[in-house]
Nanobody, 118 residues
Framework: QVQLVESGGGLVQAGGSLKLSCAAS????????MGWYRQAPGKQRELVAR???????NYADSVKGRFTISRDNAKNTVTLQMNSLKPEDTAVYYC????????????WGQGTQVTVSS
């Protein structure tokens, strides 16, 4: 059984910063990639940032230059540093991991709320 446990999130004023963290645990053989997605009310879930174990990184255009994703491959963790937050960043943020345990599958965290007030 694999679990993704998220921490961080909360309420912040526009221009502020927040940091999200996620740890994967369980019978994990290896991790291909970990990342963050978000879903705002009435909208589809979208990719925010994703980083492969090899180091390749993808960001949504809307967060480039403001958010930074990092991973600790040894600890199976991923963090998202969010700076210069905007009200449009308000959403539930979900941690995601594509991993072998032992078969390949994609796993999700429970989600954490980020609210940016104007």
């Amino acid at each position: 059984q694999v679990q993704l446990v998220e921490s961080g999130g909360g309420l912040v004023q526009a221009g502020g910063s927040l940091k999200l963290s996620c740890a994967a645990s369980g019978s994990i053989s290896s991790i291909n990639a970990m990342g963050w997605y978000r879903q705002a009310p009435g909208k589809q879930r979208e990719l925010v940032a994703r980083k492969t174990t090899g180091g390749r990184t993808n960001y949504a255009d809307s967060v480039k230059g403001r958010f930074t994703i990092s991973r600790d491959n040894a600890k199976n963790t991923v963090t998202l540093q969010m700076n210069s937050l905007k009200p449009e960043d308000t959403a539930v943020y979900y941690c995601n991991a594509d991993l072998w345990a032992p078969s390949f599958s994609s796993y999700w965290g429970q989600g954490t709320q980020v609210t940016v007030s104007s």
